[in-house]
Structures are given as C-alpha cells and as structure tokens.
C-alpha cells in the first residue's frame, strides 16, 4: 500500500518572504534551448534562509558546526505534529502546552500554529518557540524541533536564546514549514539539508509520510 505524502516545504520563488533585508529569490538563464543550446541551464540567487530551512549551530554561534558537519538522522524519522496556540505579545509558544501527554514517545515534533499559511508575506509579529518552550522540548529528548513561522526567537531577538537552549540540548531545527493540510498527529519526517561546506543554514524539500499499518 502507497503511504501518503504530505510535502511541507514553502514554494521557492522571487514572491516568497524572507527577512526584512536578507536576500530573495532569483533567478536567470545561462543556456536556453530556444536559444540553439542543448539544455537549459540556470544560476540562482537566495538567502541560506528563504523558504523552508534548517539553521546549522553556525548561524547563531560562531566556530560552531555548519550545516555540512550536522548529523543527518535527526532529519528523518519518527514524527509528531502539534497544534498550538501562541501567547503573548509578540507570541511564544506556551511551554505548559507540551506537556508529558503531547510529547510521551514523540522523537521530532514539529508544532502548528496556524491554519492558514501564506509563503508570500512576512508577518513580524510571528509565534516564536521562545526559550522556555525550547528547554521544555530538549529535556524531553527531543531530537528535532519545527516550526510554521521564520525562527525560534523573535524578529527582533538579539540573543536567540531559543536555538542556543536548542543546540545545547541536541536539537535540530526547522523553520518555515507549511503544516496548514496536515491534521496533528504522529508521521516519518525527511527533510534533508543540502551539504554546503562552510554554510549558515540550508534549504530542505521537507515531507511528511503517513505510517505504515501496524
């Protein structure tokens, strides 16, 4: 029987949103068949960070891994979806919301806090893990932690205090995801890094699969 595929992923384009001041999507041709070549070919231009990504302990610790030195097997596996609401202004996620019943058995969890997502428009005022949801996460052995919006911390955050208490626990990252199609529930994630030597952050093609039948 064929498992259902949800892909997670942002569509990456010049419309999708990144960061106020980071760089945006683009492309353009370097060899184009209806120009007499043999194939085309095209060269593309876009923040580490636009569309659906995974942050490498590089990009906010310096002399720390890069995304090409991180471990793969935190990216695939076992997974739980969460729905939960933001709190507070600019909003975090509510540590007291993950507690033993949502997390008991949960390996990567990756939490949903809308139901409509909208790859074309930054929002600044996103639902952010914050610190407390993020310790919360990693002392539950949590190997992965998602996320529907740009980042663990706040627009504004000058400490990143969430994906420091992430990377000191072990855990890996991922921001951006699309998760309005999926229901909450337990799933396999894949969602790759590329191996960019030396690199901040990577894009990923992010799916989740349905469990087989037990």
Same mark, same amino acid.
């Given at each position: 029987?064929? @498992?259902?595929? +949800?892909?997670?992923? $942002?569509?990456?384009?010049?419309?999708?949103?990144?960061f106020?001041?980071?760089?945006p999507?683009?492309?353009? +041709?370097? &060899?184009? /068949?209806?120009?007499?070549?043999s194939?085309?070919?095209?060269?593309? @231009?876009?923040?580490?960070?636009?569309?659906?990504?995974?942050?490498?302990?590089?990009?906010f610790?310096?002399?720390?891994?890069?995304?090409a030195? *991180?471990?793969?097997?935190?990216? *695939?596996?076992?997974?739980?979806?969460?729905?939960?609401?933001? @709190?507070?202004?600019?909003?975090?996620?509510?540590?007291?919301?993950?507690?033993?019943?949502?997390?008991?058995?949960? $390996?990567?969890?990756?939490?949903?806090?809308?139901?409509?997502?909208?790859?074309?428009?930054f929002?600044?005022?996103?639902?952010? &893990?914050?610190?407390?949801?993020?310790? %919360?996460?990693?002392?539950?052995?949590?190997k992965?932690?998602? &996320?529907?919006?740009?980042? /663990?911390?706040?627009?504004?955050?000058? $400490?990143?205090?969430? #994906? #420091?208490?992430?990377?000191?626990?072990?855990?890996?990252? &991922?921001?951006?995801?699309?998760?309005?199609?999926?229901?909450?529930?337990?799933? $396999?994630?894949?969602?790759?890094?590329? @191996?960019?030597?030396?690199?901040?952050?990577?894009?990923? %093609?992010?799916?989740?699969?349905?469990l087989?039948?037990?």
């Amino acid at each position: 029987m064929t @498992r259902r595929i +949800w892909d997670i992923s $942002e569509p990456i384009s010049p419309a999708t949103a990144v960061f106020p001041g980071d760089t945006p999507f683009s492309s353009e +041709w370097v &060899l184009r /068949m209806d120009a007499g070549a043999s194939c085309n070919v095209s060269t593309i @231009r876009m923040s580490a960070h636009c569309g659906t990504h995974t942050d490498a302990p590089l990009h906010f610790a310096s002399g720390a891994p890069s995304i090409a030195e *991180v471990g793969l097997e935190r990216y *695939v596996g076992p997974c739980r979806v969460i729905a939960v609401a933001g @709190r507070g202004d600019p909003p975090l996620v509510p540590a007291e919301a993950l507690g033993d019943r949502e997390l008991r058995g949960a $390996e990567r969890v990756l939490l949903k806090t809308r139901d409509r997502h909208d790859h074309t428009v930054f929002v600044p005022a996103f639902t952010a &893990l914050g610190p407390d949801a993020a310790r %919360r996460l990693a002392q539950a052995g949590v190997k992965l932690v998602g &996320l529907d919006t740009p980042s /663990m911390d706040h627009a504004t955050s000058k $400490e990143l205090a969430a #994906h #420091h208490v992430l990377f000191t626990g072990g855990v890996a990252i &991922l921001e951006n995801l699309d998760l309005s199609a999926v229901p909450p529930g337990d799933y $396999e994630l894949i969602a790759l890094p590329l @191996r960019i030597v030396g690199g901040d952050s990577s894009p990923v %093609r992010a799916i989740l699969r349905e469990l087989p039948e037990r």
